[in-house]
């Protein structure tokens, strides 16, 4: 047992000074800094790193929490998958919620986060230009809750940048504690 | 960064021949088996057991997923604490769902846990009686997806296999597809 067995579903990002990820930008959004590194290397599943970090970040591929069943067919139908070759872009969002989040129910989550703030409908109007990963951390004995990734091509650079503050002016934003923001390219 | 940093939401049963839980028994209800042990001991956090085991069953306390406002309130109002001197008898039994469950949206889930299944209002029926706890296992790499406790007085035996009968009866466990269930005496 242990978090090995979780196969393709887990996932690590050391930041350091080797990886395919180049570090263009890291600052903290809100709450404690990450250190500064330059490259931030990609591992899934069991492949343990025997290269040197300054941090590594964890996160789990789980089941969906808000998105409901039309949602999930749109999403289907338009997102794009990651590792695209034009994709040379790419964001680490690593995000902590308050305990006043966790205290909620899921439909009062459900509501904040979609009826107020529109996550699943502002994101998926940047479909297929911005493709998206959610990994799960706060089960694990991670800093952060969730560590989002999010990949794109350079000329939907500004694209993102709009999705990025449309989302951090929401409702649900006022219940992020801390939030760093690392920006990569890919040569 | 580990499952350590959990602290008391980690916990870890650990099946052999030393703990204060005596087995009373212990049979798979579907799928595999687990080995036979004579007692179960329980750890909370990161205090590591050096007591050689059978097995080990780790679990973490989680945000709450179905339950909402009206029904906590009512929980939170009947629910009795674990570890009452009284109650001398618990049942541990781990579940795993299937792919299909998982592949649910949250609001379908939802939709067969409670309004066709009647989980919590069934349960919510037992309380004070059967004091209860969950840890999820699904998505730290565990055999189960979930780890279910149940803590009660000798005289409120029968009131437990009621609920357990009506749960596996329901619409919801059709979505099982792996159970244990062991059940134990504090001296």
Redesign the interface.
Known sequence: ??????GD??IRFAGGSSGVWRVLAIRSVRGEALPAVERVAVYRGSGVSSVESKW?L?G?I????????PE?QELTLKQAPLSRGEATRAALIPVRKTAAW??L????R?AIFENKSHHIAEGIRYLPSVARQLY?S??????FDFLTWFEYAPQHSEAFEELVRTLRDTEEWRYVDREIDIRLARD
Chains 1, 2 share one sequence.
Do not use: A, F, K
């Not at 047992?1 to 979780?6: C, D």
């Not at 129910?105 to 009062?108: F, K, P, Y």
């Not at 706060?138 to 800093?143: A, N, Q, V």
């Open positions: 047992m242990g978090l090995e067995q979780l579903r887990l590594t964890s789990v789980s089941n969906t929490r808000y998105v409901e069943r999930q966790w205290n129910t899921q439909e009062e459900r799960h706060r089960d694990i004995g991670e800093p």
